[in-house]
């Protein structure tokens, strides 16, 4: 198993641009989330999703958007990329019961607007 | 909303010394579950520990133990005979069960460096 699987691992974009950054996991598992980290800030929560087809904003979802068209991937969208929105990028999945509600994350993107 | 604060932004210990990182947390839910995750330079999240509010007896894992005060809404981290590879940011995570949908509050962070 792969678990969580983020690309790519650093970008670098002008102001203005689009991109997406992609999320997939491989455990079956049903939630979905993104979160940004910032310094001082910790990690706070984007968007998430909790089945294919079924998402929701979290704490900071402006700038971004999100869909689920397969339980294994969850791609995060930046219509318009901002300075604002320099950060690192993670990704994190979970079953719905059990397992100790244990989130595996990926090994996080790096992102710089310009 | 849940918040979750980490007062302590750097600390360092000598190794095989033992340390205690803080964090307190604001609820008004009475089952909860409580984390640490520990991010080395490598960037990757590693859980390190994990309460459930409903457990009375403090969770240990190895060198790392958790002081959990319900009612203080409190929830240490102590890791014990430090070791150079425990250098890392930690951080302190809440999320409701059931209803929270995998999501997670994070503490600011703390780092941690462990000096030889």
């Known amino acids: 198993n792969a678990g969580v699987t983020q690309t790519p691992k650093f970008q670098v974009l002008k102001t203005g641009q689009s991109m997406t950054l992609q999320c997939a996991q491989d455990?079956?598992?049903?939630?979905m989330s993104w979160y940004r980290q910032d310094p001082g800030m910790g990690l706070r929560l984007i968007h998430y999703s909790v089945g294919a087809g079924i998402t929701d904003q979290g704490e900071v979802p402006n700038g971004y958007n999100v869909s689920r068209s397969t339980t294994e991937d969850f791609p995060l969208r930046l219509l318009s990329a901002a300075p604002s929105q320099t950060s690192v990028y993670f990704c994190?999945?979970?079953?719905?019961?059990?397992?100790?509600?244990?989130?595996?994350f990926g090994a996080g993107t790096r992102l710089s607007v310009l | 909303a849940q918040t979750v604060t980490q007062s302590q932004p750097e600390m360092s210990v000598q190794e095989a010394e033992t340390v205690t990182l803080s964090c307190t947390y604001d609820t008004s839910e009475n089952n909860y579950y409580l984390f640490w995750y520990k991010q080395p330079p490598s960037r990757q999240m590693i859980l390190v520990i994990r309460q459930e509010a409903y457990k009375q007896q403090n969770a240990t894992e190895n060198r790392f133990s958790v002081n959990f005060q319900k009612a203080a809404k409190s929830f240490s981290l102590k890791i014990s005979d430090s070791q150079l590879g425990d250098t890392a940011m930690y951080f302190c995570a809440f999320m409701k069960p059931h209803t929270s949908y995998g999501k997670l509050t994070f503490g600011q962070g703390t780092i941690l460096t462990v000096h030889p």
């Open positions: 455990m079956n598992h049903e939630y």
């Open positions: 994190a999945s979970s079953y719905s019961s059990g397992a100790k509600n244990i989130q595996y």
